[in-house]
Structure formats: C-alpha cells, structure tokens
C-alpha cells in the first residue's frame, strides 16, 4: 500500500503528485496517457496499470482531470467501481455545482467518502504558501483528508459540508477572472491603437491594483445588504463612459465586443431605474428572476 494515490498527471495532477510525493507520502500514479509518468516514478512514485489498480494502491486518491465527466468515464466500470469501497476520495477537478452535487452522491452510493475541492493557485504554486484549494464534505472525511491537502497548499479553506461551495467559488472566482482577461487585453488594444507600449498599462494596472481589493470589499457587502445608495460614481455616469469606450472601438476597427457587452448591461440597469446608484446595484439585472432551478 501506498498512502495516496493521484489519477490525473496533466499539468495540475502532475503539480499535487509531486508536491505529495516532496512531503515524504508514499504516491502511485495512474494516466490515461502514461508517458506523463516517468518524471514522477523518477521522483519516487510507483506507476499502476490500471484505474483500479491506483483506486486499490491506498487508502486516498487525489482525482485531478479535465471535469468531471472525464472522473466519471473513469471511475464508472465495474472493477473501479468495487475499488472505491471503504476509500477516501478528493476530486480535484474543475466544474459547476451540479457537478459536485451529482458526483458526491454517486461515489458516496459507491461505498467512497467523498472531498470536493476547488484549486486557486497555478500547478508551480501547489505545495507552497501561496496556493489555495477550497474544499467541502464531512467533517470526517475532511478530519482524514487534512494532512494531505495541507501539503498541496498553505492555505486550505474548509468551507463545511455544503458540496457544491467550492466549485460555487471557483465559478464565481472564474467570472471574475473573465472580465479581468478581457478587460485588460482590450485596454491593451486600445493602447496599442495609440501607440502606447501595452507594458507600461500593465505596470499602470498594477499601481493600481489595491483600489480593486477595496472595490470588491465594498461591493460585496453592498450586495449582501442590498445597499447601493452611497455612490461615488453612478451607473448613469458609467453607462455613458462604456458607450464611448464602446464607439471608440468601432470606429478604430478593435473588436467592439467586450466594451459593446459591458455598455449593455450597464443600459439596462440603467433602464432598471439603477442610474443614481453605484455600480454594484447592477446584479439587479444579473440575478435569477428565481431560483427555481436550484429545486428542480
Ligand atoms: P491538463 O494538463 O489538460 O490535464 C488534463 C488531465 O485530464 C490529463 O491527465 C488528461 O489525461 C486527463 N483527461 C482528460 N480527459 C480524460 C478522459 N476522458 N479520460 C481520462 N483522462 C482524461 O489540465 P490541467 O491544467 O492539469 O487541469 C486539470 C484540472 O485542474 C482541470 O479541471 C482544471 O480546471 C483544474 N485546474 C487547473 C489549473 C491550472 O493552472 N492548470 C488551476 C486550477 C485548477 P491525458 O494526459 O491522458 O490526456
């Protein structure tokens, strides 16, 4: 026996594979694709041949795939399936809630316990301090998956027995990282539109940086006491500076896509009778009319 097992060697699976086998853990390892394995089993990780083999290798498996199809395709065929009784299951892969909530009844009918985690870091950040996975599940399953998972992160956040708030917060996170790609990247073009290096709006950006920590603070408590009065600059006055950013493209032939999406939404709040409020009053044309969904 080993004392965790890792399915998964792509970027990510690789990066917690070696990090567990770094802290002194017995490790094997399984791939679909195994050519990713030698620089592991060159580390000290024994290779296995089979989903069930890795499954039956140790008490824990670290699952780091593409989603959580890829899990299922692997983990659903009978001699895996026997494998999971009486094991410890932290799925590591990415993808929505429903995900998580499908997932966890499925290997928990199958005799596993089951931690669902999100992973906030790049694969060369797992195994130091600045690395962050969130994780969910029962407090004893999260009580045996510790030690483990504090050697893949310096900052592991239990966020309770809830299975889907870890990939609720890595979608929430993920949305936010969109608009940051695409708002800098256009930013950058409109530099480059007018001769500026996109270098030096980077390192503008950056300067600027703790004024964004201090916006989401504000924004997110004024969302949760669903406050928007206190603005210091409206979503009227926005609205109309996202119009001609939106113009500006058009007429210098960079995409009009982001700004033209931005200024739309922003209208419509607007149109929602938002314009004097702050900019955060415009989840009020983002939210669910209901959320019926999440009872369905
Ligand atoms: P990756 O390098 O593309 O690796 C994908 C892994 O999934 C490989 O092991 C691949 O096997 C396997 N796979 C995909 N489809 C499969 C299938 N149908 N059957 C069996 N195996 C399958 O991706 P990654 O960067 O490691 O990401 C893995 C997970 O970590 C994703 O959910 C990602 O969102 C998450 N994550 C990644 C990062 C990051 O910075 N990379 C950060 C946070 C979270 P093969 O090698 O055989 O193709």
């Known amino acids: 026996m080993s004392d965790v097992s890792v399915v998964g060697l792509g970027e990510m699976g690789s990066a917690l594979a070696r990090a567990l086998v770094g802290a002194g853990n017995g490790v094997t390892v399984w791939n679909r694709n195994m050519s990713k394995a030698p620089p592991l089993i060159a580390l000290g990780a024994t290779a296995a041949d089979t989903v069930a083999e890795v499954l039956k290798a140790s008490p824990v498996t670290v699952i780091c795939l593409s989603d959580y199809a890829a899990t299922l395709s692997l983990l659903d065929e009978p001699v895996a399936r026997e494998a999971l009784e009486g094991k410890l299951v932290i799925q590591l892969s990415s993808g929505t809630p429903d995900h998580a909530r499908s997932f966890d009844g499925w290997i928990r009918d199958h005799g596993a316990r089951y931690i669902d985690g ?4 790049w694969p060369r950040q797992i195994g130091g301090p600045e690395a962050a996975i969130t994780v969910a599940g029962s407090e004893k399953a999260f009580a045996a998956a510790e030690p483990l998972l504090r050697t893949l992160a310096g900052n592991i956040n239990y966020a309770g027995t809830n299975i889907g708030h870890p990939a609720t917060l890595a979608n929430a996170g993920l949305a936010y990282f969109a608009g940051h790609w695409l708002g800098f990247v256009h930013g950058a ?7 500026i290096d996109p270098a030096v709006f980077g390192d503008m950006m950056a300067e600027i940086a703790p004024m964004f920590a201090d916006d989401m603070l504000r924004m997110g408590k004024a969302m949760a006491e669903n406050r928007f009065d206190s603005a210091e600059a409206t979503i009227k006055t926005i609205s109309a500076d996202l119009g001609w950013l939106a113009e500006y493209a058009e007429r210098t032939g960079i995409s009009n896509a982001f ?26 044309v983002i939210r669910p009319t209901s959320n019926s969904h999440r009872d369905a």
Not at 118 to 121: D, H, N
Not at 189 to 195: D, F, I, M, S, T
Not at 261 to 278: E, N, P, S, T
């Open 189 to 195: 073009a409109v530099c480059e539109a007018e001769g």
């Open 259 to 284: 700004p033209r999406l931005a200024a739309d939404i922003f209208q419509q709040a607007q149109d929602a009778g938002a314009g004097a409020q702050q900019h955060g009053a415009v989840i009020k």
């Open 118 to 121: 999100a992973i906030a870091a």
